[in-house]
Each structure stands twice: as C-alpha cells, then as structure tokens.
C-alpha cells in the first residue's frame, strides 16, 4: 500500500470515530418547539427522539380533541426539525461541510 493511501485511511478512520463521537454526544443535547403560543412543548434529542411532552391543562377540550393532535403534531414536527438541523451542524464541524449520504 502507498503512503499516500495509508494516509487517507488513517484519516478516514479518524473522521469516522470523531462521527460516532458527535452521534453519542447528541443523545445528551435536546432542542425544544413548542405550539399553540406554548401550550404544547416537545423536547427532542440530537437522535431523534421525543424526549418530553408537556400540554398545558387548558388546551385540553374534550369537544375539540382534534386541535390537541394538530398542536402535537405542529410541536413535535418543529422539534425534529430542530433536532435534525442541529445534527447537521455538528457533524459538519467535522466533515467540512462535506454532505456524506446515510449519516443524518
């Protein structure tokens, strides 16, 4: 093997452990979006996963349960959207911008 390609190997390797590094610190960092003027919050993980609901009492009608789910849905999609981009942004920190497919 070349020294060159030896190079880009241990480079490549490299880059993929600081890649599971970043993966394992975004499990601990959560974004947060919340609907309705606050009435209903969501917490996410840099993972992608729902980490809190909170709906406030008073959004509650059980006449109008169908405005609850639109609200969920609203908060939890923002908060994934959140998270996604914020994941991004951290493994462009390593990656230099470089968009490698099936990472996020």
Same mark, same amino acid.
């Given at each position: 093997?070349?020294? *060159?390609? *030896?190079?880009?190997?241990?480079?490549?390797?490299?880059?993929?452990?600081? =890649?599971?590094?970043?993966?394992? /610190?975004? &499990?601990?960092?959560?974004? &947060?979006?919340?609907? *309705? +003027?606050?009435?209903?919050?969501?917490? $996410?993980? +840099?993972?992608?996963?729902? $980490?809190?609901?909170?709906? @406030? !009492?008073?959004?509650?009608? !059980? @006449?109008?349960?169908? =405005?609850? &789910?639109?609200?969920?849905?609203?908060?939890?999609? /923002?908060?994934?959207?959140?998270?996604? &981009?914020?994941?991004? /942004?951290?493994?462009?920190?390593?990656? *230099? +911008?470089?968009?490698? !497919? +099936? =990472?996020?």
């Amino acid at each position: 093997m070349s020294k *060159g390609l *030896g190079n880009i190997m241990k480079q490549a390797q490299m880059m993929q452990q600081k =890649m599971m590094n970043v993966q394992k /610190e975004l &499990e601990n960092k959560e974004v &947060e979006a919340s609907s *309705g +003027g606050g009435m209903v919050t969501v917490t $996410v993980n +840099g993972k992608q996963q729902v $980490v809190s609901l909170k709906v @406030e !009492p008073t959004v509650v009608d !059980p @006449e109008d349960t169908e =405005m609850l &789910e639109d609200l969920i849905v609203a908060a939890v999609n /923002e908060a994934l959207k959140k998270s996604q &981009e914020m994941a991004q /942004e951290e493994m462009a920190k390593i990656t *230099g +911008g470089l968009n490698i !497919p +099936g =990472m996020f």
